[in-house]
């Protein structure tokens, strides 16, 4: 994967400010996302940054990370299914993408890359896949 130059950061060193920490009665998630933000970007996997983005956690600073991981596999997997990595990069709101254009541009070659390997897939997630990635490439 190419370097991303903010690849030796953390979340909370790009954005900023360090976040206090979570209730001891945080759910799994509010503590994994909490421990998520101070990892260097770099060193996140691909189940990490799928958390981070299902939960907008840290978007325009793993972002980068996250595309350089779809353009490797478009289809790659966290702990769930092929392409819920893609799943949850789709699923970013319209205006993160407005925002960021040069980013638009890789997210659709990887949705168009997507969309020629989901026909391969089978299993309940194949068919919603599909369907994210024609809506995405549509708009």
């Not at 954005?15 to 979570?22: I, R, T, V």
């Not at 996997?45 to 972002?63: F, H, K, N, Y």
């Amino acid at each position: 994967m190419p370097a991303n130059p903010s690849d030796q950061q953390s979340v909370e060193q790009i954005e900023g400010p360090a976040w206090p920490e979570p209730a001891s009665d945080a759910t799994y998630v509010i503590r994994r996302v909490h421990q998520l933000r101070r990892v260097p970007v770099g060193e996140l996997s691909i189940e990490d940054v799928r958390i981070m983005l299902s939960q907008s956690i840290g978007t325009v600073a793993i972002l980068p990370r996250v595309l350089d991981m779809l353009e490797e596999n478009p289809l790659s997997a966290g702990d769930f299914y092929p392409g819920d990595l893609l799943v949850a990069t789709l699923g970013l709101r319209r205006e993160h993408w407005s925002d960021h254009v040069g980013l638009l541009d890789r997210a659709r070659r990887v949705a168009q890359r997507a969309d020629a390997m989901t026909n391969q897939l089978s299993g309940a997630q194949a068919p919603e896949l599909r369907r994210l990635v024609g809506e995405f490439l549509s708009n």
